[in-house]
C-alpha cells in the first residue's frame, strides 16, 4: 500500500511514537500572555565540550563549540537555558553570568564498566524567564521544579534523530523552568532533529512545523535520547 501525498507520517509506529511525544509535551494551560510583555526565550543544546567530533557528519559541523561566543549570545535573550555535560559544567559555569542557576536532568544509569562513577544526570544553566505567579490560588499554580527524573532510550521513529536528541518531557520541563507561555518566542540555537521546535509549536498551539529530508545529524546516530528507561552510552553528549 502506498502512502498518501499528504500523510505527516510514514507508518504505525511513527504515528504512535507523534502521538506520544504531542500528548507528554501537552499545551501551556495558562493561555497567551497576560498583563506583560511577551519574552524572547532561546535555548541552546550543542556538542557538549570534547564531544564535537560525534557530530562530523552533519552539514552545520563546525568543530568545538566556542561556548563563550554562545553564552555572551544567550545572554541577550530574556530567558534562555544551556544543556551541557556533568563533566564539563565547571568550564562552562565559569563562563557564565552572575546569577545563573543550574538543574538536574537524571537520566539513570548507562549499562557500561567504568573505573569511576558514571554520570547518571545532565546539568542545564538557566537564566532569566518569568516568574511564576504567586499571587495565583496553590491549585491553580504550575508547580516548577529544578530536577527532571526521565529515562532515555533509542528511538527510531524520531524523524531526522541525532545523538543526544532531548525527549519530550525534557523539552517541557525545559519551558517550566523558563516560565515560558504562548506569546513568547523561542529560538532553538542548536535545532538537531528539531524536536525541541515541535515541541514549541505543540506547547504554544501553533502549526507543527516541518522538517527538510536529510537532517539526520550523525549518519546513523547510536544514540537517540527520545523517550522511555535505558540511558546513553559511554561517551555520547
Not at 504512535?16 to 501551556?28: D, E, K, L, N, V
Not at 506547547?203 to 547510536?222: K, Q, Y
Request: one cysteine or more; charged letters at 20%.
Amino acid at each position: 500500500m502506498t502512502m498518501r501525498r499528504d500523510a505527516v507520517c510514514c507508518s504505525t509506529r511513527c504515528r504512535q511514537a507523534r502521538h506520544r511525544f504531542t500528548r507528554t509535551i501537552g499545551t501551556h494551560e495558562g493561555g497567551a500572555v497576560a498583563g506583560g510583555r511577551p519574552l524572547r526565550l532561546a535555548y541552546a543544546d550543542p556538542p557538549y565540550p570534547g564531544n564535537a567530533r560525534l557530530y562530523r557528519g552533519h552539514r552545520d559541523y563546525a568543530g568545538e563549540v566556542d561556548h563563550a561566543t554562545l553564552i555572551a549570545r544567550l545572554t541577550t535573550y530574556d530567558g534562555w537555558a544551556l544543556s551541557t555535560s556533568a563533566a564539563a559544567l565547571p568550564a562552562v559555569l565559569a563562563l557564565c553570568p552572575p546569577g545563573v542557576r543550574v538543574a538536574a536532568w537524571h537520566k539513570g544509569e548507562r549499562p557500561t564498566a567504568s573505573r569511576w562513577p558514571l554520570n547518571a544526570w545532565e546539568p542545564v544553566i538557566y537564566s532569566g524567564g518569568r516568574p511564576s505567579d504567586v499571587s495565583r490560588p496553590p491549585a491553580d499554580a504550575t508547580r516548577r521544579v529544578d530536577s527532571l527524573v526521565h529515562g532515555v532510550a533509542p528511538m527510531t521513529t524520531l524523524p531526522g534523530r541525532v545523538i543526544g536528541a532531548k525527549p519530550a518531557a525534557f523539552c517541557r520541563w525545559v519551558f517550566d523552568l523558563l516560565g515560558a507561555a504562548p506569546g513568547d518566542t523561542l529560538d532553538d540555537l542548536f535545532p538537531g532533529s528539531g524536536a525541541v521546535t515541535r515541541a514549541w509549536a505543540i506547547f504554544t498551539g501553533r502549526p507543527d512545523p516541518s522538517l527538510p529530508d536529510g537532517d539526520d545529524a550523525s549518519s546513523e546516530a547510536a544514540y537517540d535520547a527520545s523517550c522511555s528507561t535505558t540511558a546513553k552510552p559511554e561517551g555520547v553528549a
